[in-house]
């Protein structure tokens, strides 16, 4: 199965009805994609009351991958706001497993940052992660180059394999060592692709953290270059029993668009989503 998706459900003009509020959202975008990134966990653990509300707004088979709160990967350097690292890692669990329960977890994002490299500590680290969420399905997502140099790259896929984790396959700017090769190798029943884009000057802005959000995913994928990624997916697809496809470009909703053109593309289909009173976004009436 190909499961295709975008990162978040709330920033998609395009997916949602003219009638539609905030709240109804989720529900829109359920209609057209079964499958979603909950990015909002990167920030701050949801609420059980939230997740519980988000499980109810979906269809019986509609899955969810829960990006790891940002204490988890490394990211937050000060100012965690939990005692300690088993007390962050308890919070993280007991959100999600009302997913789990529902059937709608497809995995737990554990993505590190570009100053995670490859080391010794590092692979610790993350065989300690794995220990935390030892009753989950987790997916790594690396962001610094020499985990897939020539010297690492047969031993990290070994690594995740051996580890029973799942690999994210990555199409990102190629812009030095915070950034990684697409790699289309699958290392669990399980893989997942993230599209970020292929912006090269917005992946290297350092500048203002507004300006920045704004120009990073800011990229709209031409039919080549899709093509190019379907080729990829299509290989995947004999590795694994599950592809989950992330479109996470859209700085200038471009995201909805790219994943509906790969869709198409795929000659896949998905039924058992939200029923949608008119589909404004493929020109029915």
């Given amino acids: 199965m190909i499961h295709i998706g975008l990162t978040g459900w709330g920033d998609h003009p395009d997916l949602y009805s003219p009638l539609s509020t905030a709240r109804d959202k989720l529900f ?26 988000w499980i109810a707004e979906v269809p019986d088979h509609f899955q969810f991958v829960v990006k790891a709160y940002q204490g988890m990967t490394g990211h937050l350097r000060q100012d965690n706001p939990y005692e300690t690292k088993e007390d962050m890692f308890e919070a993280f669990k007991d959100a999600i497993i009302p997913f789990q329960q529902a059937g709608k977890l497809a995995m737990i994002l554990v993505q590190f940052p570009p100053w995670f490299d490859c080391q010794t500590k590092n692979v610790t680290y993350i065989r300690y992660v794995k220990q935390q969420l030892k009753n989950f399905p987790v997916a790594i997502e690396f962001r610094n180059r020499t985990w897939y140099s020539e010297k690492f790259m047969d031993g990290t896929l070994n690594f995740l394999r051996q580890e029973g984790l799942i690999h994210t396959v990555c199409d990102e ?6 950034s990684v090769p697409l790699v289309p190798k699958a290392t669990n029943e399980r893989v997942l692709v993230r599209i970020h884009g292929r912006n090269v000057h917005g992946w290297r802005n350092t500048g203002n953290n507004e300006e920045w959000r704004k120009v990073r995913f800011l990229y709209n994928y031409n039919e080549e270059e899709l093509k190019g990624l379907q080729k990829h997916i299509v290989a995947l697809q004999q590795q694994a029993k599950d592809v989950f496809v992330l479109f996470n470009n859209n700085s200038g909703n471009d995201a909805a668009k790219n994943a509906k053109q790969l869709q198409k593309m795929l000659g896949v289909q998905y039924e058992g989503l939200s029923p949608k009173q008119l589909d404004f976004f493929e020109g029915e009436s």
């Fill in 28 to 53: 829109d975008y359920s209609g057209h994609f079964p499958v979603v990134e909950v990015d909002t966990s990167f920030y701050s653990i949801p609420s059980e009351t939230n997740v519980r509300k």
């Fill in 173 to 178: 700017p190629q812009a030095g060592e915070g």
